[in-house]
């Protein structure tokens, strides 16, 4: 079973500031999500990521699949940031076998004007 | 638009009554799953499917079924609802997931 470790997990940080949200997994996986669920409930994947790294905007997501480490990065964080980021690894044996997300608990954020 | 529809959103019933929540997916994908989730637990995988009458369990299955007639539906079954499944449910499809709004389930 793949044990998903994230930190911190509560954030509270003043506009502008520079987040990091730290995650760590324990076996070997096939792709990452990062996710963000609102206060009302949905969830929107915000990045889905296998090596290297990847940026969306003020949002940046890097893995390193030797370290089993991801993070995600906020740049310039703004109110709007604020909500639940969760880290998701996805195992996929190949040749058949389990295949789905299992998530960290969350990282729950909360950006100050 | 593309998107991952459930239904309902919300529902409370009672112990025991027969209950189907709806999943559809309009983007082709071939692999869709169903997550809870639960205070203080997280997202937890139910079941998935790789495609059309390929189904699997995922971590927490028990207490429900699924089944996989068609590429776009996946529907969610709990024939004998309990308190213990009162819960948020998603459904997502294809990869990265798409997930749909939710399905809040309250069973009394």
């Known amino acids: 079973k793949n044990e998903v470790e994230q930190s911190p997990q509560n954030l509270t940080a003043q506009e502008g500031e520079f987040i990091t949200i730290n995650c760590s997994y324990s076996?070997?996986?096939?792709?990452l999500h990062w996710l963000q669920q609102h206060p009302g409930g949905g969830i929107v994947s915000l990045f889905m990521?296998?090596?290297g790294k990847k940026k969306h905007g003020r949002l940046i997501a890097t893995i390193n699949i030797q370290e089993k480490h991801s993070s995600l990065h906020i740049t310039a964080s703004h109110p709007r940031d604020s909500a639940v980021y969760i880290c998701?690894?996805?195992?996929?044996?190949?040749?058949?076998?389990?295949?789905?997300?299992?998530f960290g608990k969350g990282t729950h954020l909360i950006i100050q004007p | 638009e593309a998107q991952v529809t459930q239904n309902p959103r919300y529902l409370i019933t009672v112990t025991g009554k027969k209950l189907t929540v709806t999943c559809s997916q309009n983007?082709?994908?071939?692999?869709m799953s169903w997550y809870r989730q639960d205070p203080g637990l997280g997202l937890r995988q139910i079941y998935y499917?790789?495609?059309?009458?390929?189904?699997d369990k995922g971590d927490v299955p028990e207490g429900y079924k699924v089944s996989r007639k068609e590429k776009r539906n996946f529907p969610l079954i709990l024939e004998s609802p309990s308190p213990n499944q009162t819960s948020l449910y998603f459904c997502?499809?294809?990869?990265?997931?798409?997930f749909g709004d939710g399905t809040r389930l309250s069973i009394l």
């Open positions: 997502a499809s294809g990869w990265p997931q798409h």
């Open positions: 076996v070997g996986i096939s792709a």
């Open positions: 990521l296998s090596s």
């Open positions: 998701a690894p996805r195992m996929h044996l190949a040749g058949g076998g389990a295949d789905g997300l299992t």
């Open positions: 983007m082709n994908h071939e692999y």
């Open positions: 499917s790789m495609n059309v009458e390929v189904t």
